[in-house]
């Protein structure tokens, strides 16, 4: 199978944006494997969500495995894999999740901890897709993490814990109702989480940094 990096000119765009920055729906023009493309104003923030992608995937958390690749010329762009069997979650969707997928929540919140993420749920609850067919979780989109808002604004990214306590304080947010209904319904879901923080290898996630 080819990396993103080697699809370059055989990928056509066949359908538009889907958020708030350029790209859109590409598909390889010689297989049809469909991807989406972001093209980031700062191409260091889309190199911020490969590595946050890659970070998620070391802790079992599911994702749409962003890499860094050149498409329409734009070296930097991000792209992700297209996968027609997600579909987006409603709010009243986290009230009746089943304990595989309630531990991911929990392993979903202390990777938004660690990497800043204050958008891991998204505004809308959209930022988490569930597999039709096996009801998985994924994370779809990670471009608010480490220094970078969602937005693209910056914020500061030091070695506090903050988010610990304001991913969850926040009534009116949607990652506050996610968390404290989950956590409430299931507190093992947040020793879970934990416990694939703990499991983390290090070496691999500095060699993560480093490529």
């Known amino acids: 199978m080819k990396t993103f990096k080697q699809l370059k000119e055989e990928l056509e765009q066949i359908g538009h944006r889907l958020g ?9 023009s010689k297989t049809g494997e ?12 889309g190199k911020v969500e490969a590595l946050t992608g890659k970070i998620m995937n070391h802790m079992g958390i599911k ?6 690749g050149n498409v329409d010329g734009n070296k ?20 009746h ?18 990497t800043k993420n204050w958008d891991i749920v998204g505004l809308e ?7 039709k067919d096996t009801g998985e979780l994924h994370s779809v989109d990670a471009g608010g993490a480490f220094h970078f808002r969602a937005q693209g604004g910056p914020k500061e990214y030091g070695p506090d814990i903050a988010e610990k306590q304001s991913l969850r304080n926040n009534p009116g ?13 299931n507190p093992d879901a947040e020793k879970h989480g934990l416990e694939a923080v703990r499991n983390m290898d290090m070496d691999h996630v500095h060699s993560l940094f480093k490529n």
């Open 125 to 131: 609850h959209d930022n988490i897709s569930r597999h």
């Open 97 to 114: 999740l089943d304990t595989n997928q309630q531990n991911t929540i929990g392993k979903m919140y202390h990777a938004a901890i660690l």
């Open 20 to 28: 708030s920055n350029p790209g859109g729906v590409y598909a390889d």
């Open 76 to 95: 930097h762009a991000l792209v992700t894999k297209w996968n027609d069997k997600l579909e987006g979650m409603k709010p009243s969707d986290f009230h």
């Open 34 to 45: 469909k991807h989406y493309v972001k093209h980031y104003k700062n191409p260091d923030q």
């Open 63 to 68: 994702t749409l495995d962003p890499e860094i």
């Open 173 to 185: 947010n949607a990652s506050s109702q996610v968390f404290n209904h989950v956590f409430h319904q």
